[in-house]
């Protein structure tokens, strides 16, 4: 099985079982809201992030003091998932850890993807378990890619916005060039109260990131017409991607970020990084809401 289709009248979905990637959302008129993933542009439709968010350190993480390569974002969105459980309208996914993940991650771990269709409203839930006898230190986040101009909007890019759910006057963090890590000094944010003007020049120099989010919910779309809301009650983070000129925009709830510029530390001391107790679970959550009227 390579995906899984769900459906509830409403709306339908599509999760492969590689990297339990969502690769479609489509409302109810089989208009098509997730990007698509040219691989001439950017291969990927809304990857999962795990162990880590962004990059490493010299691609590498350190536990104990001993050096772990690990690609950027980790290897979730890479590894095959099993399917654990399934209904017309939901299905959840399972990665365990292997040899091969010890490799670059030397720890014991559950990672369990649900995808639940309710109503207008794809829910997503990420369980990450600790079946080990040490601290399990993992950093989570969704990185789903949206059409953008949106489905039906009949609008340039520049005519969306994103309106978040409360005024965020903090800062923005961005990448140094090279996979270096996060910048140290934040920009001014580009946020006016809690709406951001939309433009593919807003990115030139790669992602937006929100590292002192207030928001836990954003709607993104043309003003007076209806776009998408996503709520991420328990993830603090967020980065806005795309690649300037790409029709899409990536809308990234994150648990951690990418390691500060000058980082040597342990992976624990990652930015974000969760510190799960032996035999405990957390949970994150994203819900995405097709159709939504502005907030």
Known sequence: MDSVSLSNGVISAVIATKGAELVSLKDAAGAEWLWQADPAVWGRHAPILFPIVGRATNDAIRYRGVAYPIGQHG??????FAVIEQTEASVT???????????????????????????????????ITNPGDDVLPACFGYHPGFAWPLPGSDAAQEAHIVLFEKDE???????????????????STPVVGRRLPLSPALFDEDAIIFDQLKSRSLWFGVPGRPGLRADFPDMP???????????????????????PVGFSGEVGDIPGMMKIAPGTSVARHMDVTLGAPEV
Not at 75 to 80: G, L
Not at 97 to 125: K, M, V
């Open 75 to 80: 290897f979730a969105r890479d590894s095959a």
């Open 93 to 127: 996914l399972r990665l365990v850890a292997s040899e091969a993940t010890r490799q670059h991650y030397p720890f014991d771990f559950e990672l369990e993807l649900t995808y639940a269709l309710d109503g207008a409203t794809l829910r997503q839930r990420a369980t």
């Open 169 to 187: 006057p903090a800062g923005i963090r961005r990448l140094v060039p090279g996979g270096a890590g996060v910048a140290l000094d934040p920009r």
């Open 237 to 259: 983070h967020l980065g806005l991607w795309m690649k300037p000129g790409a029709p899409y925009l990536c809308i990234e709830p994150w648990q951690g970020h990418a390691a």
